[in-house]
């Protein structure tokens, strides 16, 4: 019996760039078997070392966790759809001892067309101009998020963020414009919201976020606006969300794909009940690497700030317990089932993380003095640009690889490169020199990730390689200013 398996974004590259293959099986295990045997190099990502499902990939048979079924044992009958969903990131009411604040006339004016709303009105009103909800970060979730909390009239909006904007942020963070580059991004933010809208107070916190300030910080909020993007944050802000109570507005984008639930609400599951860890370093590109649609994030932003909405509204029909999936190529959202997990070691039975732990160090995160490019380890080889340069210059024969997609290599390119993406290199080995007098090989990427997994992947097929640090952004930076960064 054939059934259909969606391939998320993440996954593509090892199957040929398909977003759905037709696979014969009776159960959810033989399904996965006949999988990875056509795609032997998906095998790796899905599998761990002792054969069994990572925990960071969680299969859904039509919209249930098979977690909750019989596992890779789960049957399956005619019609049924297998999804991986891989990780990419009731209602609560304020605080009873927050007083709901009464609306001046200009309030009222403001806000007439939710007034009129029975699932508003002014009480409704009220409860949001006394409530809180502070946004992790003001890039592409946080830039809708924030503006329409605040065009909603949500009292307090705190924004917690260390960058500066710029250029590359203008296409999806809505927030900055043109003179911002090179702005703080919390001035940016804080000028748009008070423009917006002066009746909401407006708190910024310029820090990273740590588990040595997350708990103080998140404290006196009503919700926790999850626009993080990267593991480490996530996960910290999760536990930090489980531990004080309060409940989190979770999104994640990537490419055209978009996630979105509400987490850490009484009896309702937890960031670690979908993804109980992180996957390796390297395995999930960011947006940085990977691209994204400039309007997903927007799409996703809004759907946080609906629900944080919605929670300090006091909402029952809130997104806990479920994973709204958005697909904006195809124009597409599907929705799975979430549930608690009772063993969750922060929001289960019997918990075992009672306080913040070191979230670098449990995402796999480089320390200073380590492989700074995810996915290598500290005795990889590395070449500087400058070193690269010295060598083209010399005539010393080298073999110069390019592991980036082909649309990268069309916007700059380093030259006397040769392009094999990263996802193809398993099957192209052969286009590579060997043998004793074969030149050196030094592997580049956009900043050096994926091209320190590459040399990773050689090194463990015996042929040597040295990682290009920095990627073609500091061979620009450095060396050839004249190539247009992206």
Known sequence: MAHRVLIPTPLRPYTGQQDAVELEGRTVGEILSALTSRYSDLRRHLYADDGKLRHFVNVYVNDDDIRYLQ??????????????????????????????????????????????????????????????????????????????????????????????????????????????????????????????????????????????????????????????????????VNDACVLLGKPNAYGSIFRFEGQASVFATKDGPCYRCLYPEPPPPGLVPSCAEGGVL??????????????????????????????????AWNMRFRELKLRRDPECPVCGDHPTVKELIDYDQFCGVPQQGAQANAGGTASDPEATVEELKQIQSSGRPLFLLDVREPQEFQIAKIPGSTLIPLGQLPQRLNELPAGADAPEIIVHCKMGGRSARAVQFLKERGIPARNLKGGILAWIDRIDPSLPKY
């Open 71 to 236: 596992r890779e044992a789960t049957s399956l009958k005619a019609g049924d759809v297998i999804s991986i969903v891989p990780s990419v990131a009731g209602g609560v009411p304020v605080s009873e001892a927050t007083a709901a604040p009464e609306l001046t006339n200009a309030e009222v004016q403001r806000y007439s067309r939710h007034l009129i709303l029975p699932e508003v009105g002014p009480d409704g009103q009220r409860r949001l101009k006394a409530g809180r909800v502070l946004c992790i970060g003001a890039g592409g979730l946080g830039s809708p998020a924030a503006l329409y909390l605040a065009a909603a009239g949500v009292g307090t909006i705190g924004i917690i963020d260390f960058d500066a904007v710029d250029a590359s942020n203008l296409q999806r963070q809505i927030l900055h414009s043109t003179p911002d580059v090179g702005r703080s991004k919390l001035e940016s933010a804080r000028e748009k919201l008070e423009a917006l809208n002066p009746e909401v107070r407006i708190e910024t916190y310029e820090a990273a976020l740590t588990s040595a300030n997350a708990l103080e910080l998140f404290r006196d909020y009503d919700v926790i606006l999850d626009g993080t993007d990267n593991f480490a944050t996530r996960y910290l």
């Open 294 to 327: 400039g309007v997903l994030p927007g799409v996703i932003g809004t759907i946080q700030a609906t629900e944080s909405i919605k929670l300090l509204l006091g909402a029952k029909n809130t997104l806990v317990g479920r994973l709204l999936l958005y697909d």
